[in-house]
């Protein structure tokens, strides 16, 4: 069976039951808040009555949406019409009267969205990584996930870290992600890199062939884990692209450099890209990702069948 | 000129308002409020203060005014700026020498978009509580835009439930102990008069206007012309001052909305704050408004599968859209004549009685 896609549109914490938060999915805007028990719901950032945004409404008290042009207020979790205030009546509303809802998951400290609403959920991912942000970036989703391929120090910097032009690894898939390493140095004075015999540190990038979301390892020659990110980057309005991190800072870190790594932000996910150097990146790891995407897709369309 | 004919509307077969449920609702879920262009209709384009020697620029429909006085204080409507050695060739919106029908009335003035030889002053819609002869105190006028299609902005004004959420907090939320809708149309106006029992005394009067009572009984009507995309606002509280508001929604541009107000508070006493405050409240309201018709305006620019929902409450608004489409058809068919006299002393009708 194909799965559906579960979107990182959030972190936990940008969710609340005091304010409705708007996302993209896509074209497809999703208005997200929590309920009274806690639980996020999510529906299509549209009234049905007369197409405004819901996240410009209200949570009322018992955890529906209120939409803050006419007051049409609806259930979080089917969506539901349950109320028009100025009608002045118990009256129940056709099945029709609805905003469309999606399919919500939290776990690790993301809030995972399908827009096919029966999907089920995929299964819980562990703890939140501790260190997280958001950024909104001006590149479309695609191009976005090239670039992390072929040169991430476009999109992210680590503290006391060099992105190398050599890889270890190329793009490879590996239990149906794509796969790769990269060589690293520190940021203190080092040999140039065209000249390096061996690099002290690797950033392993593993990622899904879909959805571009990816865990980033980072480690030293002796492979002791030095950083540790979740960057989940998902298309939005305008071509741009919504990322939402999480990361960890491994506590013992051999070495100096790597002690400074922990001095000010780790990791930081750009919201302006370099484009006059964006446009000059030369391809090379995301020349073979299209073609590993073709091979997955194919090989879950035989199962599919097969099924 | 354009004559005023016998209302065939009268006739069941010619009322676009038809009792065929379903043909009604066709209509207005075909709803395209970008491509709706009415012409041979007065448009109150500036305060009459406002225009001097120095042409001032406006835009119908992206189609140019420029107004300014001639040495004997006469306004001129021209399509070109007069200084524009580029001007292009004039357009069948003005005469030969490229001005347009203008005049002055309200403390507006207005100009006509259409047919120059089709203007007449009877189609000049009928305001009764503003002075015929303008004059009214700079602090009861101004100018405020929405970010979105004209009849998206008279859409809005057409349902005043949005104010019990949007403007809750100046005039009041939606706590109240009944409420009733009628509406009436004719082919060239559709008034709506909603009625409240007991209604939270909105902030504004409370804080301004000296009002202590917990409840207000409200009697608001909004009568919309047609063609001028021109809304009268009037409003009548117990206890409390009446608001007497003239809301035109001029369509600058397809997504651009221009409004120049007029808020006759002279009934209300000098020595009481909300005379000088009330329109002042223009400012505040517009952009509430405009945070959301700015956001639906582009979600209304391309045909949709997905029908808007409507309530009961819904009525006036679903007659508007009809109404305005089928003043659009008719054009487009090359009837631009005017079934009914939107000049007429329409006091009886919204419930004005002079106080």
Known sequence: MSEAIWWAVARSEEISAEKPFNVDIGDQPIVLWRDTEGAVRALEDRCPHRRAPLSLGCILGNGAIQCGYHGWTFDGASGQLIDIPNLKSERKYPPVYKAKSFGVHESAGFVRICLDAKAPPPADDGYALPLSGTSTVALEHGQYIAALFDDPSLLISIKGVRFSPYLLAELCEQDGQLVMERSCQWASPHWPAPFTSDFPISLRIATDPVTGESDLTLRDDEFNLLLHATLAPVPGARQVTQVRWRAILSPERPGLAAKIMGVGTPLRVHDHIDGAALRVLKPSASIHADDLREEIAARTDQQDEVA | ?355
């Open chain 2, 1 to 355: 000129m354009l004559e005023i004919s016998d209302n065939p509307a009268t006739s069941a077969n010619d009322d676009p308002i038809t009792s065929d449920q379903r043909q009604f609702s066709a209509k207005v879920n075909a709803w395209m409020p970008h491509e709706i262009m009415l012409t041979d209709a007065w448009f109150p384009l500036a305060h009459s203060f406002a225009v001097d020697k120095k042409p001032v620029r406006r835009a119908v429909y992206s189609q140019p005014f420029y107004l300014w006085r001639g040495s004997d204080g006469q306004v001129i409507a021209a399509e070109n700026h007069p200084n524009d050695a580029l001007a292009g060739a004039k357009s069948e919106y003005t005469d030969d020498s490229g001005h347009y029908p203008v005049l002055e009335k309200y403390g507006y003035v207005w100009s006509w978009l259409g047919k120059p030889e089709n203007a007449a002053p009877e189609h000049v819609p009928s305001i009764p509580y503003l002075p015929e002869d303008g004059g009214l105190p700079l602090h009861m006028l101004g100018t405020v835009r929405f970010d979105c299609c004209a009849p998206l902005s008279l859409e809005n004004l057409i349902d005043l439930t949005h104010a019990d959420f949007i403007h809750a907090d100046v005039v009041g939320d939606e706590k109240m102990d009944s409420e009733t809708v009628e509406v009436f149309h004719d082919s060239e106006t559709i008034t709506m008069v909603r009625t409240c029992v007991n209604k939270s005394v909105a902030p504004i009067m409370k804080i301004f206007g000296g009002v202590r009572a917990d409840v207000q009984q409200v009697r608001q009507v909004i009568r919309i012309y047609l063609r001028s995309h021109a809304a009268i606002a009037y409003g009548r509280f117990s206890p409390g001052d009446n608001v007497q508001l003239f809301h035109p929604c001029v369509p600058e541009t397809r997504d651009r909305t221009r409004l120049d107000y007029a808020m006759n508070t002279s009934n209300v006493k000098k020595t009481n704050l909300f005379r000088y405050m009330m329109p002042k409240a223009s400012y505040k309201v517009s952009r509430q408004d405009s945070s959301m018709t700015s956001p639906q305006s582009p979600r209304y620019m391309r045909p949709e599968k997905r029908k808007d929902l409507h309530s009961p409450l819904d009525e006036a608004g679903q007659k508007y859209r009809v109404l305005m489409m089928a003043l659009a058809e008719r054009q487009a068919r090359g009837d631009f004549a005017y079934r009914d006299n939107v000049s007429l002393d329409c006091s009886d009708i919204i419930g004005y009685d002079g106080t």
